[in-house]
């Protein structure tokens, strides 16, 4: 009946806490319990997981945090929105590649009506 209720309340968005245990976090997010602690190198601690008097606990809301934050990281790379923060700062300039090749340029040409009668 526990694992029914709290089903219910993770599908409405709510949790009932917000520092859980690993048994419990791996229920509400679906990530396998062994994974845990190689996934906890990549979380922020005192935000995702903590410590405390040796036991690990989680936190729900931290985590949807960390990972909206990706989310948007991952959207704004995508749309090509960063690349504005990677560019050089450097107060230098660069003078301009020429290029050598051999590609013909156009040329202008004039337009003539082209007029078909029988021949």
């Known amino acids: 009946m526990d694992n029914e209720i709290l089903s219910l309340l993770h599908q409405m968005g709510l949790t009932p806490l ?4 690993a048994k419990q976090f791996a229920a ?3 990530i396998a319990e062994q994974k845990l602690t190689h996934r906890k190198r990549e979380w ?3 935000v995702v997981w903590m410590k405390q008097s040796g036991n690990l606990y989680y936190s729900i809301r931290g985590y949807n ?4 934050k990706q989310a948007n990281i991952r959207y704004r790379k995508a749309c090509g929105l960063d690349q504005g923060a ?3 700062t450097l107060h230098e300039t660069v003078p301009g590649i020429k290029s050598h090749s051999r590609t013909q340029s ?6 003539q009506r082209l007029e078909l009668g029988a021949t």
């Open 28 to 30: 509400l997010t679906g």
């Open 65 to 68: 945090k960390w990972m909206t």
């Open 18 to 21: 917000d520092w859980v245990d």
């Open 86 to 88: 990677s560019k050089s």
């Open 106 to 111: 156009l040329q202008r040409v004039s337009v």
């Open 44 to 46: 922020p601690e005192n």
